[in-house]
C-alpha cells in the first residue's frame, strides 16, 4: 500500500496561495475535502488534486456561458 501525502492546513494554504483563514473556513463550511485528527485539520494531497481539477471545470463551465 502507497502511503499517501497527507498536508497540514498552513502547507495547503502555501499550495493554494490563499491565507490559512481562508483555508479553515472553507474546510469548516465543507467546501474542501479535509478531516480532522485531534481537532487539526488535515488535507488528502490526491483528494485536494481532485478538488482542484473539479474546480478548473466549474470554472471553465462559467466562462463558456
Known amino acids: ?7 497540514k492546513l498552513k502547507d495547503l494554504a502555501g499550495l493554494l496561495k490563499v ?3 481562508t483555508v479553515y473556513s472553507m474546510a469548516q463550511k465543507g ?3 479535509g478531516f480532522k485528527v485531534r481537532g487539526q ?3 488528502s494531497r490526491k ?7 473539479t474546480q478548473k471545470q466549474t470554472t471553465q ?3 463558456n456561458d
Open 1 to 7: 500500500m502507497r502511503h499517501e501525502e497527507i498536508l
Open 19 to 21: 491565507g490559512e483563514k
Open 31 to 33: 467546501e474542501l475535502p
Open 41 to 43: 485539520w488535515r488535507f
Open 47 to 53: 483528494d485536494i488534486d481532485d478538488w482542484i481539477e
Open 61 to 63: 463551465d462559467f466562462d
